[in-house]
């Protein structure tokens, strides 16, 4: 049931015509969980984003990705619409190995492939899934080069982004998605890499979900987003839209999951070096200082190439693991995170 990239490049260009039929990201909308952990139909795209960190019990470091993606190639009601699409991207980066591996699977909706499954409503790509039961998650890939099955939970209650979780993407009405995360997320699993067991000391991830139907304007080519966890406690979110209009919005986390919105006439993403990359092309900055009023901090790659190249979709974005050193409130910080890149290699209208 795979799709070739040129049908969905020609669905992602398409969609942008239906987009006053879909429904549409709105401020009266209320989010509500544990109702909203699941998927909404009615929406173009929609994403279940988790990444991570791994200490192996050996004291190595790893950096984790899985994302699960529905996709609505027409609104409800059209004619012949063709079937709900769900992609997933998972990708571990090797710190002490200095390697990065990724995977993609792209299915259409059917029972026992892709899709919600009725007997533990859990989301499932091909044999990979995720399950959100409380405050737990469950979430297990299982690829060629690596697989992984990770429980987690977090004490704290979901976080809203922007306003009560509308978070604008631009000034234009519409160009805004429903938007929270789960963050501190802790537990352990297993990880396999290369057909090597890794034992696992622990796990510490961030998930976001977001689902909306029109977040980039025309005028808009892509998107810098980092989360930043910090070693006391405290969390950053922050994002920039490139383009004409560009924009910028961010939130700050107590570590008792308070959030406050970051004034975004004070949130400044400085670029540093560069790094390109000899498949995509693309020119990627993978350092970069990020500001907001006295709060400052760097962000450096664990490794250059963390770039994914998806073959089935035409999609290549920059997402990997990070270091951030800096200050909050006058105070100086450490962490680790995860950064993403879209459009350094291809504009990302009309697709994810």
Known sequence: MKFNSLLILILFTFLPAFSQIYRVA????????PKDHFPHAGFRTEWWYYTGHVEAQSGNQYGFQFTIFKVEPAPPGVPNRPPVLYLLHSAVTDLSGKTFQYA??????????????????????????????????????HGTDFS???????????????????????KEPGNASHYYSVVNLLGSGSLEIKGKPVPVKSVSAWMDHEFSSNALSPFQSGWDW??????????????QVRGNPQFVS??????????????????????????????SKGVYPVEWEIKS????????PWMDNQELVMKETGVTYWEGAISVKGKLNGKPVTGKGYLEMTGYAGKMNGKL
């Open 226 to 239: 980092v989360t930043l966890s910090l070693d006391n406690g405290w969390k950053v979110m922050a994002f």
């Open 250 to 279: 961010g939130s700050l986390i107590s570590p008792d999951g308070k959030v406050s919105a970051l004034d975004p006439k004070t949130i400044s993403f400085l670029p540093g070096r560069t790094w390109t990359s000899k498949e």
């Open 104 to 141: 993609e699977i792209l299915q259409r909706e059917f029972p026992g492939s892709a899709g919600i499954n009725p007997a533990d409503s859990s989301l499932n790509v091909e044999g990979s899934h995720l399950k959100i039961s409380g405050n737990r998650h469950n979430l297990s890939f």
């Open 148 to 170: 992984f099955s990770f429980d987690l939970e977090s004490a704290l209650s979901p976080v809203l982004h922007g306003v009560n979780g509308y978070s604008p993407k631009s």
């Open 26 to 33: 709105s401020p009266e909308y209320q989010l509500s969980f």
């Open 293 to 300: 009023g006295e709060n400052q901090f760097q962000i450096t």
